[in-house]
């Protein structure tokens, strides 16, 4: 006698109270019902609560079918409902295991029966059935079991929750091959979009598993495994041990929807591939996401395999809690991929942790750590953008000294033709080192470039922080506050770098208060608009070249002048009511504002010009000004300029056919006014 329990509940989930409920035997008439363990019988049909819409009945083990009606409620009918209580003597047989249900010859006379073990006892494989008397379903190796010399009739496994794949005849035991029990167990959960559960144990897999876009797995791992320093901790591990070069998980050639796979996540695995530097090649790829996309991979180790993690096409995908340690790398991307978050894994032992073959966007790392990497910690392809790393831990990276180039983000030199993305990495934060064994390579090695931001992070034991090339574009690496020691240079181009960033090397014995803003220089302190940055020294005294490179040439601020009206280069008895010149010089660029006017006009004749300017042009070309005029006739436009390496403006006229004349002194009256500004190069 077992007990049924259910709530009706409407499409809105919604209680429907009252509702008359009717149990019938599947298939069959009205069936016999308790309210309690067999003893009181309870009228059938009956009524649901009227406060909760809460149901319950005892019945005989069996198979059921409950049929519900209320008002304004649409009639629902719950089939093929089974009962079993296996201490109910009475009706559950006792068989050792799935060899001894397919050994009947005949219908069982009890429908329920209990298995001790798939093969033998407690291994795992064990569980209740019933008898099917009327189904010819296929024979799957766990839920469904055909009795050998029965045609018509199957056992059902009774389960609810996830699907185990020792139900399918896997021991876990790290001898039997495993490979085919959970490949059925896997194929079981796909249309069911059950969870695939492997519990604690070793698997032998032999061959490639194929799983379907919605598959779940989970196994008995909560933390990122790894037999270190020769401790074997209790873990779900997948012994793949292929004779010829293949992959351990890859999805269904054709997906459901058309270029991506739904609905899938992997976690709790520790996987063991048997291919090893410089041995065996036949692990492929661990995990092999083909245009897998919302998917979520946690608490897994990877290892032994060329590449533990292959990407193509990911889109939004969650890893988190992920070791691996591969042959060639850790992680391959090489198809266009987008907003994948890596938060919490490591990455190690491997020549590169993170390959960015082609196209990638905004690929997100959290808190990762790289250790023992021996070239390049992320390779990033010429073409990808915002890869965002943040608070990243290295430990030797570069480990080995074989490449030249080696260094924590090699940025542009894979992919073809020039860089054409506006920013490819932005980096904040974490604590960054080479090898324990002395200074080699680069935290950033930059080849094309088109944009790197990069700050907050301390960085130890390298040759170059920065490393460009002169395919690096200027100024593409923005570099804001970051520290370090142990360093031999900061940067081996400064113009290649802009931002606020330590100038010089920071080293023990070696401390250099120094700092650049944007490609200026400073060391000791500037102070500007009530703020003081801990960098001085820049130099604006100087009235002429210096080779210096802490002195800014040419500087001056607020120079006045006195403006004249000239004519014909004279401007014999003028009388000025206004005469006000200002200029501030910066560098090489002289900027001017003149407003200059007469209550009597010079006697002179010719053309018109603007005298007095302190500084002559450069040679090489015009400077153009802008004027407002008073009392001052023209053609159409009016307009002015300097001559290269004059120090008057001349003053012309343009007509709207393009006829361009001097204005001089028969244009101007008694009281006229002219306000000009404009800047030029010295």
């Known amino acids: 006698m077992e007990k049924y329990h259910d709530i009706v509940l409407d499409n809105a989930g919604n209680a429907v109270l009252s509702a008359t409920i009717t149990v019938s035997d599947n298939g069959g008439g009205v069936s016999t019902i308790y309210s309690d363990n067999g003893v009181t019988p309870l009228a059938n049909p009956f009524t649901a609560s009227s406060v909760d819409g809460a149901y319950s009945f005892y019945a005989a083990n069996g198979r059921y079918d409950v049929n519900i009606t209320a008002t304004g409620f649409t009639t629902e009918n719950l089939t093929d409902i089974v009962l079993f209580d296996r201490n109910d003597a009475a009706a559950v047989d006792s068989y050792a295991n799935i060899a001894a249900l397919r050994a009947i010859t005949s219908a069982p006379s009890l429908t329920h029966a209990t298995i001790k073990g798939y093969t033998t006892d407690g291994d795992g494989g064990g569980g209740d059935f019933y008898w099917d008397a009327t189904s010819t379903e296929t024979d799957n190796g766990g839920t469904i079991i055909k009795a050998t010399a029965i045609t018509t009739g199957r056992w059902k496994r009774l389960y609810s929750g996830s699907i185990n794949v020792r139900w399918f ?21 796909f249309p069911l979009r059950q969870v695939l559960y492997i ?6 897999v032999t061959d490639t598993l194929t799983i379907s876009e919605g598959t779940q797995i989970k196994g008995d791992t909560y933390f990122q495994y790894n037999a270190g320093f020769g401790v074997l901790v209790k873990a779900t591990t997948i012994d793949f041990n292929p004779a010829t070069p293949l992959s351990l998980f890859e999805y269904a050639a054709t997906p459901v929807h058309t270029g991506f796979r739904f609905h899938t996540s992997i976690q709790g695995l520790h996987i063991e591939g048997n291919s090893v530097g410089g041995g065996g090649s036949n692990s492929l790829y661990g995990l092999d996401l083909d245009g897998i996309i919302y998917g979520k991979f946690k608490d897994l180790s990877i290892d032994g395999f060329m590449t533990p993690i292959h990407c193509a096409g ?7 809690n992920v070791f691996t340690s591969g042959v060639t790398q850790c992680v391959l991307y090489d198809t266009t991929a987008t907003s994948d978050v890596w938060n919490h894994c490591s990455y190690f032992g491997s020549p590169v942790a993170v390959t960015f073959a082609t196209t990638c966007v905004a690929i997100r790392f959290t808190d990762v750590l790289l250790e023992q990497i021996d070239n390049y910690g992320f390779d990033i392809e010429r073409t990808c953008q915002n890869i965002m790393v943040k608070d990243v831990y290295t430990e030797d990276v570069p480990y080995t000294t074989a490449q030249a180039d080696a260094a924590v983000f090699r940025v542009g030199a894979l992919g073809a033709g020039a860089a054409s993305i506006n920013n490819h990495l932005i980096v904040n934060g974490g604590h960054i080192t080479g090898r324990s064994a002395g200074s080699h390579g680069s935290v950033f090695d930059v080849d094309y470039c088109e944009g790197i931001q990069i700050s907050n992070f301390f960085a130890a034991r390298y040759v170059n922080v920065i490393k460009t090339s002169a395919n690096t574009r200027i ?24 931002g606020i960033h330590p100038n010089g090397v920071i080293n023990s014995g070696a401390y250099k208060q120094s700092a650049r803003i944007g490609n200026v220089y400073a060391s000791g302190s500037i102070e500007a608009v009530g703020l003081m940055y801990p960098y001085s020294g820049l ?15 040419y500087y001056k601020e607020k120079t006045t002048f006195t403006p004249t009206i000239l004519f014909g280069g004279a401007d014999t008895g003028a009388v000025y009511t206004n005469q006000v010149g200002r200029m501030t010089r910066i560098g090489d660029i002289v900027y001017f504002r003149i407003t200059v006017s007469t209550s009597t006009k010079s006697s002179a004749t010719g053309a018109a010009t603007i005298g007095g300017l302190p500084t002559a042009a450069a040679g090489g070309g015009l400077a153009s000004v802008a004027i407002r005029m008073d009392a001052i006739s023209f053609a159409d436009y009016p307009q002015g300029y300097i001559s290269s390496g004059g120090t008057t403006i001349n003053l012309e006229e343009t007509t709207n056919a393009g006829a361009t004349t001097n204005l001089d002194d028969t244009n101007f009256a008694a009281t006229s006014q002219l306000v000009i500004t404009g800047h030029y190069e010295v």
């Open 169 to 189: 005849g896997a021991t876990g035991d790290g001898v039997t091959d495993d490979t085919a029990a959970i490949q059925a167990a896997s194929d079981f959960c």
């Open 199 to 204: 519990p604690n144990g070793v698997y032998l």
């Open 314 to 320: 990911t889109i939004n995908n969650e890893f988190t």
């Open 475 to 498: 100024d593409s690496v923005t570099a804001n506050p970051f520290t370090g020691i142990s360093l031999t240079n900061i940067y081996t181009d400064y113009t290649k770098i802009t």
């Open 539 to 553: 130099d604006f005294s100087s009235t002429s070249p210096s080779a210096d490179v802490d002195v800014l040439d």
